[in-house]
């Protein structure tokens, strides 16, 4: 079997480039190509990328040949990034990389969503179901829809299209780990007050075994899968990140400060809405219904915990 990662220089896309050599697995690296876009709509991205003709004709020959593409490419920290520069590799660019991979005969093709495209919901799951906040969960969702309409082939016959949700994926070197790690060790670290809360906070390790397990999974695929969690609850993150208890604030309080902080938000135009959904997930967590993987009793280890005690060293 030989796969091609798309990305393969990114921070993600290294890390399963490294897996698949570390098993001896054929593996090529695709450099993404630049793309931009004012697409704002499913039929504007499915039309830019069929117009992408020197990107399609570059991806398809590197996808001459390869049984697995993994699109890993993508804007990851997207503070700051020209919407059409987001657009442009997180909606477009997958829907031309699946059309090259479709034109190269590939038989399965991964691409690497977001949890976030699901928003605020209590619990994420793999449903078509999509709420996204932000510019850059919007961008990922207009991925998620497009590739949702292009053909998608069975084992026999076609390239499979296959989304997988990562969901917050925490690693040595990455910025929002190191962000989550200066939070965790300021006077800000707090949970809401109640119950244990889960998160979905990962390793990439664990991402990137869950990955390859999907893409070297024999049977047939559901058209989205979610990443299972490592367990993980609210106070934990923070302990482990911060190396001391998170102080535990009145529930309450803390939905009022979040419904605050919304409303503040849609007054300057959502500028502040990713932030206040940051600290709403610090505080009360986010429950994960990975139906695909635990009905298929499927377990991938990860270093989550070392990972964050890791970050939080001064």
């Avoid at 896309?13 to 704002?40: F, K, M, N, Y």
């Avoid at 309409?149 to 929002?176: D, E, F, K, M, Y």
């Avoid at 070297?216 to 695929?221: E, I, K, R, V």
């Avoid at 400060?257 to 610090?282: H, T």
Wanted: hydrophobic share 45%; charged share 20%.
């Amino acid at each position: 079997m030989r796969f091609a990662v798309l990305g393969g220089r990114g921070f993600i896309g290294q890390a399963l480039v490294e897996q698949l050599t570390r098993s001896s697995r054929a593996v090529v690296t695709v450099v993404a190509p630049r793309l931009r876009s004012d697409a704002a709509d499913v039929d504007a991205v499915l039309a830019d990328a069929r117009s992408q003709t020197e990107a399609l004709a570059f991806l398809t020959e590197r996808f001459r040949g390869i049984d697995v593409v993994i699109n890993a490419a993508g804007l990851a920290s997207p503070d700051g990034a020209a919407p059409d520069r987001m657009t442009g590799a997180n909606a477009v660019l997958p829907a031309v990389a699946a059309l090259a991979a479709q034109r190269a005969g590939v038989t399965r093709f991964l691409h690497l969503s977001s949890a976030a495209v699901q928003g605020d919901r209590p619990r994420l799951d793999e449903s078509d179901d999509l709420a996204p906040f932000s510019a850059y969960s919007r961008s990922k969702a207009l991925a998620e829809r497009a590739l949702r309409r292009l053909p998608s082939g069975s084992a026999a016959a076609g390239t499979r299209i296959t989304i997988v949700r990562a969901t917050s994926v925490q690693g040595h070197g990455r910025h929002t780990t190191a962000s989550l790690a200066r939070i965790a060790r300021s006077p800000l670290a707090s949970v809401a007050a109640g119950p244990p809360r889960p998160t979905p906070v990962v390793s990439v390790r664990h991402l990137v075994g869950f990955v390859l397990t999907v893409a070297t999974w024999a049977g047939s695929l559901p058209a989205v899968v979610l990443q299972p969690g490592e367990g993980l609850r609210t106070d934990e993150v923070l302990c482990l990140a911060g190396g001391r208890e998170p102080y535990r604030l009145p529930a309450v309080l803390c939905r009022a400060a979040v419904r605050a902080g919304y409303l503040a938000s849609r007054i300057a135009g959502d500028r502040l809405r990713g932030a206040v959904r940051r600290v709403e997930l610090m505080w009360f967590g986010q429950e994960a219904d990975a139906a695909w993987a635990r009905e298929n009793g499927i377990t991938v280890p990860g270093d989550v915990r070392h990972v964050l005690q890791r970050a939080g060293r001064p």
